[in-house]
């Protein structure tokens, strides 16, 4: 009889899931990772595991948690894997295990309607056209029916629709207890149901969100937990950067400034007050960006002092922002919303000096430009010591999970920045039979990856494997100069071409699956988080090994770190990096025990390369050949293996 306590046996073949999901398959490597989820909730220990493709992580977390009769925080990679764990996944674990579980759903504010920003929105009566105006309709009609206030149950309204961030709130615009709305906010009503769950389910970005509050001492938004179980883990070092960074963008001054001028509205004379204010602010703004147009759209702080008139553009926002700052703190007491815009102002004010005054060593800074916005920011160099510090103060098990943690076996590329020491580490790689399923093609004479022709010489190198694979392939690329000529240089090509940028990335892969033998173009979104199981996609090619962008200012600041300290930049952060973002790639191809599929790798690096063997031994077990004969024969052999 199996032992209702054991999480690994639960999961064998004796165990009720063998029994009740269809096509459950008893996976060793599964069972493993469950005992050692079991073990790490059980000493509060940190535990590092590499989970390949096909090992069903997902089960293997949480069965022990749900086992462990204490309180757990998963975190997933995006909101759509969060809502395929919390809506699919975990009632199917509850009902198979038959344990009673308080379980709950939590997002960040920006996914839940604002009934008062609603209120606003209806009242100004503003719209840029007729869409948003019967956008507006829609979500009138569904706030009087939802329970829950999440964006994501109405998909009438795309999720891009301008109307959103007007009738949803951010952390600087809520008004928290003093919002007439209060009782009825869907955001406080998730949390308190978070607050009396045993498990909840958030993604990285709430809960970075939340240990920015805690380390900055400002509450928190979840509560204490047990244990910390982070899926897609290997996302975390990255998105760390961006939340425990302080910044500023031109989209929170133009919402201030709207803001502000929706507050007006009832209190007699305000308008007249702050219309001068608020209309130094927008042009601040305009003028700022203008003053950006000549340099690089990325690039660090130093570029912008260097700049007379962007140095003077930024000068002439912190006075407009004062002067803003300066009149609301005389209408802060007449109404709640201008209490809050006003404690808003002082809050960005403070942000803009802290960005553009004097440089600390332990950090960089830097700016970003868009089309009609710009971003200046200040990043930590070092991340480890505040996870490491916070992760301490939890007293909590703390469980990373991912297919790609480790280069070459070796686990020290994520666990040095997350501030992990000696924690608990287990690759397990994957249940697929790669040796048979999976073939790696290398193909020859191709020219360095920074010749004027080397994309041409790519897609000339591709077409025979296509012609064999029938179609069905993703090219993956690591620029979008890339892609578009790729795109053009394929247009006659007999199969259906899907292109990213073309239409949404969801309708793109429906397409693909539905065509049969499409050929699907894209960067770097679709190197991770895309699962195409089946026939629809038996090749996938990489055009080059996918080194981070030398212009990057936070990573040159973080190499020249690196270098600093005695390592070297390309040994110790940029091949490991790029081996990460291999695998990812390389594991989009097999996704299922029937799948087959070939692999080809463009790069001639690595094989003129010595650190084209770390790239090679961080990949799947697959053959690997250098032949075009050899990869037209495995896809003969596939053929036969798949008729009728």
């Known amino acids: 009889m199996t032992d209702l306590h054991d999480a690994a046996a639960l999961l064998g073949a004796d165990g009720p899931f063998a029994r009740e999901v269809p096509g459950f398959a008893p996976r060793a490597t599964q069972q493993q990772m469950a005992a050692a989820v079991a073990d790490a909730i059980d000493h509060r220990a940190a535990l590092v595991v590499e989970a390949g493709t096909g090992t069903g992580k997902t089960f293997a977390y949480l069965v022990p948690a749900l086992l462990s009769g204490k309180r757990v925080i998963v975190s997933t990679g995006t909101r759509n894997l969060q809502d395929q764990l919390f809506h699919r996944d975990l009632p199917r674990v509850l009902s198979i295990l038959g344990v009673q579980a308080n379980v709950a759903l939590l997002k960040g504010r920006a996914n839940y309607l604002c009934k008062y920003r609603l209120r606003q929105t209806v009242e100004s009566g503003q719209f840029k056209s007729r869409a948003q105006a019967e956008d ?18 109405l998909a009438e309204v795309p999720e891009g629709s301008p109307l959103w961030p007007r009738v949803t709130s951010t952390a600087e615009n809520c008004l928290g207890v003093e919002c007439p709305f209060y009782d009825e906010c869907f955001v406080f009503q998730a949390r308190r149901r978070a607050q009396e769950a045993d498990l909840i389910v958030v993604n ?72 001068p204010a608020l209309e130094g602010v927008n042009d601040a703004v305009r003028k700022t960006r203008l003053a950006f147009d000549a340099l690089p759209r990325r690039g660090a702080f130093a570029q912008l002092e260097a700049d007379a008139g962007a ?26 919303g201008l209490a809050s815009v006003h404690a808003r102002t002082v809050v960005l004010d403070q942000r803009l000096q802290r ?3 004097s440089a600390d060593e332990e950090e960089v800074r830097w700016y970003e430009i868009s089309d009609r916005g710009f971003e200046l920011s200040a990043t930590p160099l070092d991340l480890a ?18 297919a790609t943690l480790s280069v070459a076996g070796r686990f020290d590329h994520f666990t040095r920045p997350m501030g992990l020491v000696d924690p608990v580490t287990l690759d397990l790689g994957s249940p697929f039979d790669y040796a048979h399923q999976a073939l790696c093609y290398l193909p020859q004479g191709l020219p360095d990856p920074n010749a004027a022709d080397y994309t041409v010489r790519v897609i000339d190198a591709v077409r025979p494997v296509l012609e064999a694979s029938k179609g069905r392939a993703f090219l993956l690329f690591t620029s979008h100069r890339a892609l578009k000529l790729a795109a053009e240089l394929l247009a006659d090509a007999p199969w259906p071409l899907f292109v990213q940028g073309t239409a949404p990335r969801h309708q793109l892969l429906s397409d693909f699956r539905d065509s049969g033998n499409g050929v699907l173009l894209g960067a770097a979104s679709f190197w991770e988080g895309v699962d195409v199981a089946g026939d629809a996609l038996s090749c996938v090619v990489i055009d080059k090994l996918p080194f981070a962008s030398p212009d990057d200012p936070v990573l040159q600041a973080r190499l020249d770190a690196v270098r600093r300290a005695g390592g070297n930049p390309f040994r110790d952060w940029q091949i490991p990096a790029a081996a990460i ?14 799948d087959r599929g070939v692999l080809v790798l463009c790069d001639p690096r690595l094989t003129t390369r010595g650190y084209g063997k770390m790239f090679l031994a961080s990949l799947p077990p697959m053959r690997r050949t250098r032949e075009l004969a050899e990869a037209r024969r495995f896809f003969a052999r596939s053929s036969e293996t798949m008729a009728p």
Do not use: M
């Open 355 to 357: 960005v553009t005054g």
């Open 311 to 336: 140095a003077d553009a930024l000068e002439g926002l912190g006075n407009t922002l004062a002067d803003l700052a300066a009149v609301l703190a005389g209408q802060a007491e007449r109404s709640k």
């Open 385 to 402: 010591p505040q996870l490491q510090k916070l992760r301490d103060a939890t007293d909590a098990a703390w469980i990373h999970a991912s």
């Open 204 to 275: 990285h970005h709430l809960l970075l969100s939340d240990l920015a509050l805690k380390r900055d001492g400002y509450g928190a938004i979840l509560p204490e937990a047990d244990a910390y179980i982070l899926d897609e883990a290997h996302q975390l070092p990255e998105l760390a950067g961006q939340y425990f960074s302080v910044g500023i963008s031109s989209r929170q001054l133009k919402e201030l400034a709207a803001d502000t001028l929706a507050e007006c509205a009832g209190q007699p004379g305000a308008l007249a007050l702050l219309q």
């Open 581 to 594: 973002a291999l695998k990812q790639g390389a594991g989009r191809l097999i996704r299922d025990v029937r």
């Open 136 to 153: 507006l309709q829609r979500i009138r009609e569904w706030a009087e029916r939802t329970r829950t206030g999440d964006r994501a149950e």
